[in-house]
């Protein structure tokens, strides 16, 4: 079974509007990570925003914020008033933490088109 | 404060020849990833060193890919000899020690795209 699902391969979006990405993971361990990486066409990775299974608030850095719903393994990316440079693929992740392993285990990616 | 460099970003080179590729991880880091990326694979985990120790190495995919973490600023990934289905991105990242928040997110490089003719 996959630990990380993102079942948007492409999503379209006019700008300006607000985008959500989804995100649904799969774990038993009760202490993990999860985290948003960015990659647009000129193909870096760039970290975007993080949530610990224990933090009591959503993550929230600038315009992007993670809808973090515990009971429902989910943890959706909202970006809000989206821009141009917003168009790139969008990678959800997670890092369980009981394990004593560093990996994180990267979901399939979201491709986001904002149009003009 | 530099992030996580690669070097070099691009190599082209014709089957059967040997490729290295190398990564500085970002100071004070502890672990230290290697990834590969293609289109019909999508990012895979390769190998990853703790304190310069290889803690897992089973995605390594054959035999001709090695790495190497000489200290805890350098490392290498070598593959020998290359092949065409070799081509993709390899990407290097870095962490700090596992432990709490802050020290969960990897940081990536900008990415060595090999091209294997």
């Known amino acids: 079974a996959q630990k990380i699902t993102q079942t948007q391969p492409g999503m379209f979006v006019q700008e300006k509007e607000a985008v959500t990405l989804d995100c649904t993971y799969d774990?038993?361990?009760?202490?993990?990570?999860l985290f948003w990486y960015k990659q647009p066409s000129s193909g870096e990775m760039i970290f975007l925003i993080y949530q610990g299974s224990y933090d009591q608030q959503n993550a929230t850095e600038g315009r992007y914020s993670l809808n973090f719903q515990k009971a429902r393994k989910s943890a959706n990316l909202v970006i809000s008033a989206s821009q141009l440079g917003d168009s790139a693929m969008y990678f959800c992740a997670m890092r369980e933490r009981g394990n004593r392993d560093d990996k994180i285990i990267f979901g399939k990616g979201t491709r986001l088109h904002i149009l003009p | 404060d530099a992030g996580v460099i690669q070097s070099p970003r691009h190599e082209v080179t014709e089957m059967g020849q040997e490729v290295t590729l190398r990564c500085k991880p970002i100071?004070?880091?502890?672990?230290l990833f290697w990834y590969r990326q293609t289109m019909m694979r999508g990012l895979e985990l390769l190998i990853y060193?703790?304190?310069?120790?290889?803690?897992?190495d089973s995605g390594m995919p054959e035999d001709r890919f090695s790495a190497k973490m000489p200290n805890a600023s350098f490392s290498t990934l070598k593959i020998q000899p290359s092949e065409p289905r070799d081509s993709a991105v390899y990407f290097c990242a870095s962490n700090d020690s596992p432990g709490g928040p802050s020290t969960d997110t990897q940081y990536f490089g900008p990415g060595t795209r090999l091209t294997v003719l």
């Open positions: 774990t038993s361990d009760p202490s993990y990570g």
């Open positions: 100071s004070g880091h502890n672990s």
């Open positions: 060193f703790n304190n310069n120790v290889p803690i897992d």
